[in-house]
């Protein structure tokens, strides 16, 4: 057995919508049938004995090696806690090879599952011993370690229940929501627009209780202090008991409470010094520890909170009943469970000793031993749920304080005998403002019912019913991808958007080119939803990108298929057959927004058609023949339809109608263009799917002209002394004859004569290379040959030997050469050109063969 290749799908891909980690795996002729190999299921079972019960797919009648790695890569996730359920095992067309599919919700949680699902298989084989517990426990643990903490997880999963996009920008809590222009951002429970300035307030405990005194606040005097012996002189200042604690800690660090003696003093600001430079005595108020959450301007949840604490049963130590109260399965260390441990530590064994305990100590039944004068659940405290308790003045006094420090998240701190009574009735205070305030304590609280904080959190950073997505549209296809993607781009633009658009040559963001080189794919993808100046996007979607990682998006707007042709890259990455490639273009159509999402297909495309029935949303029909089948029956139900009649491009639905003249669209070259008109109709079809206005949609067509600026490599035209040259990218046997078919349709005399300028594409099947020439050589007087740059893993020289096999019968073509060097063969073929002849030349170097073009173009000129 052999793994050949791991890869993360990050995104909705060929095999389902989850994130999922997908391998190849070669097995030799045993491991093809478990069955051969005596015992393998049962020591499986024995290590492992949660597996699945291993069964073959629908389409395998035996389970192989592969198989049980499948389900031991999945069991192992599932039950180290993890959320997964999909997997998949699918045997290629190489007998003993197999692509194996499993869901993940951590990456590095999927990868570490299959490496021990191997493992497992391989300990099975030999019959040596597994250590499933270990295995488990490191599922456990790092799964732990990289998944989304309580509070930003909270906070992720309210966005997503309202269907928010989210994207996680580091491994720890920042987290992007929204995309383009409607994006914000997070970390932990703190926002984009909670500011640097009321962060630093918050973190200076003295001006925070200097802003809340001036604004009528309730506080407890104190002041900063020097050293120990200006803390016990501040402390008989104040009078009576007092807090010492950093000015600028967090989670209740270095904090010592109700002290009155020079010695607690002067130690409290041993230990608080050691967290900050500056510390601070202030007047204890006695009374409950309460915690307010307040979000905009509201009092989400409030938690009375209790310090770590065990009660004396008379026959266990103190040390013995922290052991039990630690047992409880939902106390855990750090704050991936609702409680934490108590922490039994030099400050427990401290605050034990103000009591006259020691660990030792058997604290007699029902008696409550405090292990710490903080109430922090990440020290070991409890917390119960009050929010329902809490006086309006009460809330209203909390609102007010985090208004004036300027939080729009804050964790209000207070000190008072109940939640009652209005805070100044009973003489407590406000004793701290935090900044990204925990939020477990609400939402698991120890006792009482859990608080919806994240669903607040997120409802006071995007309004009801807004999902934070701007307009996207997928495009994908044979031929006609990037021109269709242009035209849709221009039609937005025309409506006053700023579009974000991925092509095969470069990201554009409001026209501007931000990236170069095929960008097709979904890293691309992500990189214009993640631009804050994108308020629509239009991507182009390759079927490399989909099979190499997923999509770069969860779901579309609109999905655009133009066409599936049989020379795109077949017999790459398992895609051997027309219907192979079908599933995968059809990827961006069953990710169209269910209901409300559209998929635009080509009618006449029979495998495109058929892609309507895995639309979750609605369909529209394209094809220049209304009376297609596909285009009568769907008309017949009320259903839209784009055609061709005549002169113009009509949109129909029912009783509705609208006319756009060929004439007014300039890419189309009135008509005689037959791909053009398709990609244009594809194009209306997206602008009437987003629901835009006609004359928007005339405009943005009106407006595209499908120049180099435009659209470099797409059917350019350049006049050279009174030859026509059409330059163009197309590189498979679909796009030669939709290219031959226009360029028959275009003007010529009798005493025209065409040459064409070749090359092709190494990672093509020999098949579509060959077919490129045939199809060039009964349309065309002389054949030009040169050789790509970058063969694709072909030998010098083959690729040009396939070109030469498929002009073998040509019956036009008798002038024949092959000329070393791309810009060679265009300068040769400029040479032989006479007034009212034509040149297509198909080019490798897109951006250099243009400038090449244009340069001898403007020297004739000159």
């Not at 605050?351 to 004068?373: C, F, K, Q, W, Y």
């Amino acid at each position: 057995m052999e793994v050949s290749r791991i890869r993360a799908l990050r995104g909705p891909n060929l095999w389902s919508r989850h994130t999922a980690i997908e391998a190849i795996i070669a097995c030799n002729e045993s491991e093809c049938t478990i069955g051969n190999i005596a015992g393998f299921e049962a020591r499986l079972r024995e290590r492992f004995p949660e597996i699945a019960l291993l069964q073959p797919t629908a389409s395998n009648d035996v389970v192989s090696m592969a198989h049980a790695i499948e389900y031991a890569a999945l069991g192992l996730q599932a039950q180290a806690g993890c959320p997964v359920t999909f997997s998949r095992t699918a045997q290629t067309l190489e007998p003993g090879l197999y692509q194996v599919v499993v869901e993940y919700s951590e990456e590095a949680v999927g990868r570490l599952a299959f490496e021990l699902a191997q493992e497992l298989c391989q300990a099975a084989v030999g019959d040596q011993p597994f250590d499933i517990a270990g295995a488990l426990s490191r599922l456990r643990e790092l799964d732990e370690d990289v998944r989304l903490g309580p509070s930003t997880g909270s906070i992720v999963y309210a966005a997503v229940a309202r269907k928010i996009p989210y994207r996680r920008l580091t491994e720890g809590s920042m987290v992007q929501f929204g995309w383009g222009s409607k994006q914000r951002r997070i970390q932990a429970a703190e926002t984009d627009r909670t500011s640097a300035v009321a962060e630093s307030i918050a973190q200076d405990k003295e001006l925070t209780k200097t802003l809340l005194h001036a604004a009528g606040v309730p506080v407890p005097c104190g002041r900063p202090v020097d050293d120990a012996a200006d803390a016990w002189a501040a402390a008989l200042e104040i009078g009576g008991a007092v807090v010492v604690k950093p000015q600028d800690g967090n989670q209740g660090k270095g904090v010592a409470v109700n002290l009155t003696t020079r010695e607690q003093v002067e130690a409290a600001y041993a230990v608080a010094f050691k967290i900050s430079d500056e510390v601070l005595v202030e007047r204890y108020l006695p009374g409950q520890d309460y915690r307010l959450l307040v979000v905009g301007n509201k009092l989400i949840a409030a938690a009375r909170r209790e310090p770590p604490m065990v009660v004396g049963d008379g026959a266990h130590s103190v040390r013995q009943l922290v052991d039990q109260v630690n047992s409880d399965p939902r106390r855990g260390v750090g704050h991936a469970t609702s409680l934490t441990k108590i922490r039994f530590d030099d400050i427990a064994l401290a605050r034990l000793a103000e009591d006259g305990l020691t660990a030792d100590s058997i604290p007699a039944r029902g008696m409550r031993v405090i292990l710490r004068n903080n109430a922090n659940l990440s020290t070991g405290g409890t917390a119960t749920d009050v929010t329902d308790d809490v006086h309006p003045d009460f809330a209203a006094r909390a609102v007010a304080a985090a208004q004036m420090v300027g939080l729009d998240i804050a964790g209000v701190d207070i000190v008072c005998n109940n939640v009652l009574r209005p805070l100044e009735e009973q003489g407590g205070g406000i004793v701290e403002l935090n900044a990204a305030p925990g939020l477990r304590m609400h939402l698991q609280p120890s006792y009482g019912k859990g608080r919806a904080v994240g669903e607040a959190i997120i409802a006071n950073m995007f309004d009801a019913g807004d999902d934070a997505r701007i307009p996207l549209v997928a495009v994908a296809g044979t031929n006609g991808k990037t021109t269709t993607v242009r035209l849709i781009a221009s039609i937005l633009g025309s409506s006053g958007l700023r579009v974000g658009m991925t092509t095969t040559d470069g990201v554009y963001v409001a026209n501007k080119r931000i990236d170069t080189g095929d960008c097709s794919g979904p890293k691309s993808a992500k990189n214009v939803l993640f631009h804050p100046d994108v308020d629509a996007a239009v991507l182009e979607t390759a079927r490399g990108g989909v099979l190499r990682e997923g999509l770069g998006f969860d779901r579309c707007d609109v999905a655009v298929v133009t066409n599936i042709g049989s020379g795109d890259h077949l017999g790459l990455s398992y895609i051997s057959t027309v219907e192979d490639l079908s599933v995968v273009k059809r990827v961006i159509v069953q990710n169209v927004k269910p209901d409300t999402g559209v998929a635009v297909l080509n009618a006449a495309d029979p495998m495109v058609a058929r892609m309507a029935e895995s639309c979750p949303g609605k369909v529209i029909f394209f094809a220049c023949d209304r009376n297609h089948p596909v285009m009568a029956m769907h008309r017949a139900r009320g259903k839209r339809i784009i055609y061709l009649d005549d002169d113009a491009i009509v949109a129909s639905e029912g009783g509705f109608t609208q006319r756009i003249a060929l004439a007014q669209v300039p890419v189309t070259a009135n008509g005689a263009i037959g791909f053009q008109v398709e990609n244009a109709m594809a194009a209306t079809g997206a602008g009437w799917a987003l629901g835009l206005n006609w004359d928007i949609i005339r405009s943005g067509l009106a407006s595209f002209v499908n120049d180099v600026a435009s659209a470099p490599g797409r059917f350019n035209l350049f006049s050279y002394r009174g030859a026509t040259l059409i330059a163009d990218y197309g590189h498979n046997p679909d796009a030669i004859a939709a290219l031959v078919k226009a360029i028959d349709n275009m003007p010529s005399t009798p005493q025209s004569r065409r040459s064409v300028v070749i090359s092709g594409a190494g990672d093509r099947r020999d098949e579509d290379i060959r077919q490129q020439t045939e199809i060039l050589g009964d349309a065309f007087d002389q054949v030009l040959l040169y050789q790509d740059q970058c063969q694709r893993g072909r030998a010098d020289g083959e690729v040009l030997a396939l070109l030469q096999l498929g002009l073998k019968n040509a019956r036009r073509a008798k002038d024949i050469k092959e000329i070393h060097g791309e810009f060679l063969a265009i300068d040769t073929a400029l040479a032989g050109l006479q007034e009212g002849d034509l040149c297509l030349i198909l080019i490798d170097q897109v951006e250099e063969a243009l400038a090449h073009i244009a340069k001898r173009v403007a020297e004739t000129q000159s």
